[in-house]
């Protein structure tokens, strides 16, 4: 195909570093802390705001989808932001730019992700080492490629604290997927002979933003609903109790960065 006839996301000529809207030029910094967890658990951040001892409001940013809050813990005695990164990989990494344009620079996210192997049962943590971007977002930011993966530093960070609050967890390849309703059985079969064990909207966007800008940034999952089977079948995944001890060890691994 002619190169002026390229597929668009595939068409890396002009990449430029620096965008008509540049999050560094658009958001001022704050006094914030270094150290990010991004969650997807609406409850558990609820829940450290109504806590509010150690709990602060230190922005809140303006979205068309609504406005939302960036919290500060004092968690241990240390410094830690939290905000939800919304769910899809636009939406995600719009989020991301957000922080990173604020002030911080360590990043850990904790959230849920579809099974896609039958040994993964809903609760069990995944540690994802890569990401196949099935995804458009990622390519905005990084040359084309099929997988992208975490940081180094963040990946072993997460790691270790698992290992020692002796947590078992299953180390694989995501797939990060734009339409939710279009993760067909055929296409399933393909991620998992590639080695795909579980399948996500978010982790491969995060993972290049974080490249791009040259944070650190890796990602704790627990096994959700699983596809694994004849049907799909949810597994009342969105109510885990393990949702809330995910934030914990993200929060842990983020503060070893």
């Not at 709990?55 to 809050?69: N, Q």
């Not at 932001?81 to 769910?87: E, G, K, N, T």
């Not at 904790?110 to 809903?122: E, F, T």
């Not at 995944?126 to 490629?145: F, I, M």
């Amino acid at each position: 195909m002619p190169a002026n006839r390229a597929v668009p996301l595939l068409d890396f000529r002009f990449p430029g570093r620096t965008a008509i809207i540049e999050p560094a030029r658009v958001f001022r910094p704050l006094d914030i802390a270094e150290h990010c967890v991004l969650c997807f658990f609406h409850e558990v951040i609820r829940e450290l705001a109504r806590a509010g001892a150690n709990c602060r409001l230190v922005h809140t940013a303006e979205s068309e989808a609504g406005d939302y809050p960036v919290y500060e813990l004092d968690y241990g005695g240390r410094r830690l932001a939290v905000v939800s990164p919304a769910v899809g990989a636009p939406a995600a990494a719009a989020r991301l730019e957000h922080m990173i344009a604020l002030g911080c620079r360590k990043f850990v996210a904790c959230g849920g992700a579809g099974a896609l192997d039958r040994a993964i049962n809903a609760g069990d943590i995944v540690v994802p080492v890569s990401a196949v971007r099935d995804e458009g977002t990622s390519y905005h930011y990084l040359r084309p490629a099929r997988e992208i993966a975490p940081t180094p530093r963040a990946l072993a960070a997460i790691e270790s604290v698992l290992r020692e609050n002796n947590h078992a967890y299953v180390r694989g390849k995501t797939w990060t997927t734009d339409a939710v309703y279009r993760e067909t059985r055929a296409r399933m079969y393909r991620r998992r002979r590639e080695g795909c064990v579980v399948v996500e909207m978010e982790a491969a966007a995060l993972f290049a933003v974080a490249r791009f800008r040259r944070v650190e940034f890796a990602q704790l999952l627990y096994g959700g609903d699983s596809l694994a089977g004849r049907r799909w079948n949810p597994r009342g995944w969105n109510r885990h109790a393990m949702r809330e001890r995910l934030f914990h060890l993200a929060a842990e691994s983020c503060l070893r960065l």
